[in-house]
């Protein structure tokens, strides 16, 4: 099965936004030698993220129809190839097509 969609990892954009953080505040307060290898040793742990923004290591896979019941179902889940976060929501909402019921419609959109 092929993933519907790909993207940055905002987990691994987060730490690696705060690791190159830790390594301007110890700038100059560490020695030199200590500065270098804590940058080697970041970079060599980033060193497969195309820029800041990262990679696209997240796979999204989703599924989405209606049920022989009449209720509209979506199932939507995402991994990281790098850091294995994941993510997770199934869900069923019955969504009428009478225009009476368009007040209810919006309600319970707001519960989402």
């Known amino acids: 099965m092929s993933a519907d969609d790909w993207v940055s990892c905002p987990i691994c954009i987060y730490k690696r936004k705060n690791s190159f953080k830790l390594l301007k505040d110890k700038y100059g307060k560490i020695s030199q030698e200590e500065y270098e290898d804590l ?3 970041l970079n060599e742990e980033h060193e497969d993220d195309e820029d ?3 990679s696209t290591p997240v796979r999204i896979d989703r599924e989405y129809g209606l ?3 009449g209720y509209v179902y979506l199932s ?3 991994v990281c190839q790098k850091c ?3 993510w997770q929501h199934n869900g069923e ?3 009428p097509l009478d225009k009476d019921d ?3 419609v919006k309600e319970m959109m707001k519960q989402c």
């Open 39 to 41: 940058k080697k040793e």
């Open 93 to 95: 909402k019955i969504l």
């Open 84 to 86: 294995g976060a994941s």
């Open 102 to 104: 368009a007040a209810i």
């Open 52 to 54: 800041v923004g990262g």
């Open 76 to 78: 939507f889940s995402a």
């Open 67 to 69: 049920s022989d019941k």
